[in-house]
């Protein structure tokens, strides 16, 4: 399987402040990333796919970049709403690969 | 509007198996995969598997196959999971999430989760 390594797993932040989180894969995986956001007792939300693409309905102060095996998510100016959990996940599935691996998360606080 | 809904909370006994639903709306049902994500208390996301709902054709985590079985029925839009021979760590919350039948889009939309609790 294709493992996810999340970094850092905690940062702590103010409002307003850039934030960046990477991913990395262990293997190459082009651009099947997607990126997602958690908060506490919620299901996740899809922010990114395809690495850079923004979802519909998404704030342009998140973006990704990246392909291959490192990755970034970018929050240009943290809001309170965007204290929260984020998660990458791997999108390929074509054999041999069969699991859509997510990474170990980071949890973004207040400072 | 999309909607997922699942099952409500299970509790189970080691040993036992649950089942778990996921009822579809608001879209067409057999574009779009399902797939089933847990998630245990305080710990992250974790992909089991999805179904075609068209074909009924699955692929599972390798941690997962022979314990999973995922299934649907077209005529109510639902798909369902089963996990057997549950065990103490198998306690999380269990949501669907479908994709786009290339997978590529991501997870757009989840359902509420189901908590499956097993304790003796």
């Known amino acids: 399987d294709i493992q996810l390594t999340q970094s850092p797993s905690f940062l702590s932040a103010s409002v307003g402040d850039r934030v960046t989180i990477t991913c990395r894969a262990s293997q190459g995986i082009s651009n099947y990333l997607a990126w997602y956001q958690q908060k506490p007792g919620k299901a996740p939300k899809l922010l990114i796919y395809?690495?850079?693409t923004l979802q519909s309905g998404v704030p342009s102060r998140f973006s990704g970049s990246g392909s291959g095996t490192e990755f970034t998510l970018t929050i240009s100016s943290l809001q309170p709403e965007d204290f929260a959990t984020y998660y990458c996940q791997q999108l390929n599935s074509y054999p041999p690969e069969i699991s859509l691996t997510f990474g170990g998360g980071t949890k973004v606080e207040i400072k | 509007q999309v909607q997922l809904v699942q099952s409500g909370a299970e509790v189970k006994k080691p040993g036992a198996s649950v089942k778990v639903s996921c009822k579809a709306s608001?879209?067409?049902?057999?574009?779009?995969?399902m797939h089933w994500v847990r998630q245990a208390p305080g710990q992250g996301l974790e992909w089991m598997g999805w179904i075609n709902p068209n074909s009924g054709g699955t692929n599972f985590a390798p941690k997962f196959q022979g314990r999973v079985t995922m299934t649907r029925d077209t005529s109510i839009t639902t798909v369902y999971m089963e996990l057997s021979r549950l065990k103490s760590d198998d306690t999380a919350v269990y949501y669907c999430a479908r994709t786009y039948y290339d997978i590529l889009t991501g997870h757009d939309y989840w359902g509420q989760g189901t908590l499956v609790t097993v304790s003796s």
């Open positions: 608001g879209y067409t049902f057999t574009a779009y995969y």
């Open positions: 395809g690495a850079t």
